[in-house]
């Protein structure tokens, strides 16, 4: 994920996320984009071919600061019992604030679904290797069960991935941000050694 990107890339991404997170990607344009950024349409069209070629950009951007925030949590020095527990919350809560800051474009996200999918396959994989070695480490150090940890990271991972919709729209219950502590216990129960 460490992709060198333009100072200037990076401003055309910004701009028009925050222009489809006020409008929506319908009614948004390339020049609107062009307009905003202060920059001509000959730069934008460098950089991107079209609107959808624009709107995938700011769907991958989005995507890697939370695989960013995911890294950042395995780096940390801390049990893996605690670590992955820390990882779910930021897993989770990192889904909802970049769907919630991004305004009329959540709607584009929903509707769109495949599209975030497929720009999210990178990320599941890099997430997956992060989950793996915390299992992996839990179990060197006597504190998850010995287990397929290949097989157990993918269930974890859709498990998270299941529980996303419903906790932006909040679906599941109001009190599910309060007693989420109680979920990730509840899914623990399974690999911690006891």
Wanted: proline letters at 1%; glycine letters at 4%; charged letters at 35%.
């Amino acid at each position: 994920m460490q992709e060198k990107i333009s100072k200037t890339k990076k401003k055309l991404i910004e701009v028009a996320r925050e222009l489809f997170a006020v409008r929506g990607k319908k009614d948004v344009t390339m020049n609107d984009i062009a307009e905003q950024s202060d920059k001509g349409r000959r730069t934008l069209y460098t950089y991107f071919k079209s609107k959808d070629d624009i709107y995938k950009a700011v769907i991958e951007n989005e995507l890697k600061i939370i695989a960013d925030a995911l890294t950042d949590i395995s780096k940390r020095d801390i049990e893996p019992y605690d670590k992955l527990k820390i990882h779910i919350y930021a897993h989770l809560d990192s889904i909802k604030n970049a769907v919630t800051r991004n305004g009329s474009l959540r709607a584009d996200f929903f509707k769109d679904i495949f599209e975030v999918e497929r720009s999210r396959r990178k990320i599941d994989l890099i997430e997956l290797a992060l989950i793996m070695n915390i299992l992996k480490d839990g179990i060197e150090k006597g504190q998850f069960k010995s287990m397929d940890t290949e097989l157990i990271s993918v269930v974890i991972l859709n498990a998270l991935k299941g529980l996303e919709v419903p906790y932006i729209r909040q679906n599941i219950s109001s009190k599910f941000d309060i007693n989420k502590i109680d979920v990730v216990e509840f899914i623990f129960n399974g690999i911690r050694e006891r």
